[in-house]
């Protein structure tokens, strides 16, 4: 009955920004972390940042210094703040949560497209 919603994805020049952001709903859980992660044509899903309850952050070694991750624990939101966008950026962006319901357990969003034009 979980569902991750993400919005904010779209076209942008290389450059420029976009914030992308994804809520968490359904049933009762307690976040463990959330992230995002992201998957280019022919290419493998990689992790971009992940944030836990605690705060504690983890980016990949291509976005540190132009994105940010954050969470709002009250509201069970994550955002990701980028900055600097590259063509390489491209992506769709899926959010992911590791919640706890009993156990722990991953869930993932549909995805957002996110296209940064040179």
């Known amino acids: 009955q979980v569902q991750l919603v993400e919005s904010g994805g779209g076209l942008v020049q290389a450059g420029g920004s976009l914030r992308l952001s994804c809520a968490a709903s359904?049933?009762?859980?307690?976040?463990?972390?959330m992230g995002w992660y992201r998957q280019a044509p022919g290419k493998q899903r990689e992790l971009v940042a992940t944030?836990?309850?605690?705060?504690?952050?983890n980016y990949a070694d291509s976005v540190k210094g132009r994105f940010t991750i954050s969470l709002d624990n009250a509201k069970n939101v994550v955002s990701l703040q980028m900055n600097s966008l590259k063509p390489e950026d491209t992506a769709v962006y899926y959010c992911?949560?590791?919640?706890?319901?009993?156990?722990?357990?991953?869930?993932w969003g549909q995805g957002t497209q996110v296209t940064v034009s040179s």
């Open positions: 992911n949560a590791n919640l706890h319901r009993g156990v722990n357990l991953n869930y």
């Open positions: 359904g049933g009762s859980f307690i976040i463990n972390a």
């Open positions: 944030i836990s309850s605690g705060g504690s952050t």
